[in-house]
T-cell receptor, first 116, second 113 residues
């Protein structure tokens, strides 16, 4: 158990709909990362938050948005869903280097999104 | 930009034989390298990392990795593969400026009984 919790584990929805994926990081971790895993694109970095602030942005579509709340949990919002958005979405967290973290990310079990 | 490459799609090995999964990296500055494993329908699990120090890094489940600066490689190894090692293996590098990791495409390892 990595200590990172993601909900829901599975989600089936229709094209054009909107969904929200939720992530609770490991206790004490300030950084949260979102990744998308699909068969054709591999593991793609979407976005990173650190203590509520956006820190880095990757290949995240404009239809997608995220935020990190004061209690450090994070949500990834996916809207106007398309068939190609079907994928496994992972959240990961890490400790900061200055407080003993050494760089590894700890991943949740993922949220599998199926768009029909 | 920091990146890693995993040249093989699939690695097949007989149970009990040595297992090697290849990874090469491209970084500016000192590389921080990682290996993760993903079992079916599971999240990625951290195996080991190289930050500095000894070129041979030991990790979980009997895995080790050898950092080779001259060849810019960080190959994952296990002396004797088990059927339970069948999984998807990812090499990753820390992106300078923040803590995110850039992952390779992954290697499917199949250990044949």
């Amino acid at each position: 158990d990595s200590g990172v919790t993601q909900t829901p584990k599975h989600l089936i929805t229709a094209t054009g709909q909107r969904v929200t994926l939720r992530c609770s990081p490991r206790s004490g971790d300030l950084s949260v990362y979102w990744y998308q895993q699909s068969l054709d694109q591999g593991l793609q970095f979407l976005i990173q938050y650190y203590n509520g602030e956006e820190r880095a942005k990757g290949n995240i579509l404009e239809r997608f948005s995220a935020q990190q709340f004061p209690d450090l949990h994070s949500e990834l919002n996916l809207s106007s869903l398309e068939l190609g958005d079907s994928a496994l979405y992972f959240c990961a967290s890490s400790a900061v280097w200055s407080s003993g973290g050494s760089g590894e990310l700890f991943f949740g079990e993922g949220s599998r999104l199926t768009v029909l | 930009a920091q990146s890693v490459a995993q040249p093989e799609d699939q690695v097949n090995v007989a149970e009990g034989n040595p297992l090697t999964v290849k990874c090469t990296y491209s970084v500016s500055g000192n590389p921080y390298l990682f290996w993760y494993v993903q079992y079916p329908n599971r999240g990625l699990q951290f195996l080991l990392k190289y930050i500095t120090g000894d070129n041979l890094v030991k990790g979980s489940y009997g895995f080790e990795a050898e950092f080779n600066k001259s060849q810019t490689s960080f190959h994952l190894k296990k002396p004797s593969a088990l059927v339970s090692d069948s999984a998807l293996y990812f090499c990753a590098v820390r992106v300078y400026g923040n803590n995110r990791l850039a992952f390779g495409k992954g290697n499917q390892v199949v250990v044949i009984p």
